[in-house]
């Protein structure tokens, strides 16, 4: 008897299904989502692998832009207390000091940001580079067949765009984040050894704009779209 295509065929006692039904390629608009637990966290997982060459890199870089950003800061609070203090009319030789941290915090701004784009950037470069060679040897030792569900098109986003897209967890994710978190640190004790009710303060702040803030946000964001969702579908079908 024939059989229809795609029907499940036996050979040697176990059931399996055609060829062209195995290595279908996925419909259109559809995208492959495994069902795995900790799906999420598997990605993140292989990239702190993959950074492991890079770390001190990763770390000289945090303290690049905890350096630039404290520079800032110095340069805001040493600007701010020379105006205000010079208003005064006092002898120049009081605000010698308050000068020369105005020129040293701007020069140090700019070195500091660029050495930490140097090395962040030759940190994510190198990784990308792990990665891209990971994936090709991946390709390699599969094969073309195991490779037939996925469009040419597909595997050329994956290679280009998805591990570009990689760099950003450490550029604007990682490195940030670290340095943020140092500079808060020095300020929060900085603050606290002049006036300890001042840097408990800070500190509430720091936490409030860091943590309870961006929280809020997201909260907020996921509320609004679980309410337009329904209008947007009921456009959507409505609409010839």
């Known amino acids: 008897a ?16 055609s060829s062209a039904q195995e290595f279908a390629p996925p419909a259109p608009g559809t995208a ?15 990239l702190m692998t993959l950074s492991r060459p890079v770390t001190w890199r990763l770390l000289l870089a945090s303290l690049l832009g905890a350096l630039a950003i ?5 340069l805001l609070a ?13 002898p120049i030789l009081y605000l010698q000091i308050a000068i020369v941290s105005v020129r040293a915090f701007g020069l140090g701004r700019a070195v500091f940001r660029y050495a930490e784009r140097l090395v962040s950037h030759d940190a994510a470069f190198r990784t990308l580079t ?5 994936i090709y ?10 490779l037939r569900p996925y469009r040419r098109g597909d595997l050329l986003s994956r290679l280009v765009s998805d591990v ?22 020095a300020s929060v004790a900085l603050a606290a050894w002049l006036l300890p009710g001042a840097g408990a303060v800070l500190a509430v702040a720091l936490l ?4 309870v803030g961006p929280w809020i946000t997201i909260w907020a964001g996921a509320r609004a779209a679980t309410r337009l969702a329904p209008t947007f579908r009921s456009k959507l079908v409505a609409s010839p």
């Open 2 to 17: 024939r059989r229809p295509p795609g029907s499940p065929t036996r050979r040697g006692g176990n059931v399996t299904t």
């Open 32 to 46: 492959h989502i495994s069902s795995a637990p900790g799906n999420a966290a598997r990605p993140m997982a292989r």
């Open 70 to 74: 404290g520079s800032s800061v110095g």
């Open 78 to 90: 040493t600007s701010a207390w020379l105006i205000s203090r010079a208003s005064e009319q006092p």
């Open 130 to 134: 792990d990665m891209r060679v990971a």
């Open 137 to 146: 040897t991946r390709l390699a030792a599969n094969g073309p067949v195991a």
């Open 164 to 185: 570009d897209a990689v760099q950003d967890l450490s550029l604007r994710v990682l490195v940030p984040a670290l340095s943020g978190l140092l500079v808060g640190a």
């Open 208 to 211: 409030v704009g860091g943590l």
